[in-house]
């Protein structure tokens, strides 16, 4: 049966592995930047655009009690602000939302196929745990909420395993047997031979250096580099620390807040909110955001009742 506690755990530990690796994120000039913007008044660690656009799913969704993309691109753009950080492809995307222009048009502008960025895998444990009660939606629902912003094939599946794993993860299927449905399912060739070097480590049980996982699972901003490296480190630090695991993909730099996102979500729902109890007060919001959580478990509970 799954807990209140793994929504809020999931959810937890997205906002706090972005937060706490957001300043390990890109080279130099993008470090020392969020030096000056990574901290609230009261001092406490402030959350990114992953954050902030998981959020936003999670609003529309109790708003609309379902998937409604027009909604959902109308609250990806009121909540814009350059300062959490958002890609230039985003903020010219979400820019032009707000001042009236249609998602379908914009989101290929840039890009004819779509960007093939993380953006929508960062926010997919949370498309899949509003779109829960459903497992033969889930990765409709996945695939409608990413390419509002990320419409590249790539980009979608990469977002359709994170929240795939996720799912799994929430009703207690172990690392190798969630590792091996996504193996089974996926299509991309980056993703089947990322995905068979990733159960190899996962099954061997050891873990290895980082830069064996940045040469052969990636660690950059394209959801081929690092969604597969999200999956790694949250199967082989499942019992362990999280702030373990933390310190591993802060050490593996690159896009390291969406990548500890990503991994953090699939950690918390696979141990529950009250292992993350300690970071309670380092980060920004979590009181909101676990009521979030809590209201998305609620209406779960409604739906399979």
Known sequence: MIEKSQFVGCFKGLAIGDAL?????????????????GRTKIGQRRYTDDTQMSIDIAQ????????????????????????RGYGPSAAHLLKGIKNGE??????????????????????????ALCSLSCHDGLMDYVSKSAEITHAHPQAIEGAQLIAHATRLALIGVESIGILQALCVNVIAP????????????????????????????GNGMLASE???????????????????MLQAICDLGGDADTIAAMAGAIWGAINGGLALIEY??????????????????????????
Not at 21 to 37: D, K, M, Q, T, V
Not at 62 to 83: E, I, P, V
Not at 285 to 295: G, N, R
């Open 226 to 244: 690092s969604c597969v490296t999200a999956l790694y480190f949250a199967f082989m630090y499942r019992r362990l620390a999280f702030s373990e």
């Open 102 to 127: 249609s998602w379908e048009r914009l989101n290929r502008k840039k890009f004819a196929e779509g960007s093939m960025g993380n953006g929508a895998a960062m926010r997919a444990p949370i498309a």
């Open 280 to 305: 309670d007060n380092q980060i920004e919001d979590l009181a909101v955001i676990e009521q979030l959580a809590s209201s998305i478990y609620f209406r779960y509970q409604e739906m399979v009742q």
């Open 60 to 83: 529309s969704f109790l708003t609309c009690k379902h998937l409604d993309q027009t909604h959902l691109a109308q609250t990806f753009a009121n909540s814009y602000r350059w300062s």
């Open 190 to 217: 980056v993703y089947k031979l990322k995905l068979s070097k990733c159960l190899g480590y996962v099954a061997g049980g050891k873990l290895q250096p980082i830069t064996v996982i940045k040469a052969e699972l």
């Open 21 to 37: 690796a957001a300043s390990y994120e890109g080279g130099p000039i993008e470090r020392l930047l969020w030096h000056f913007l």
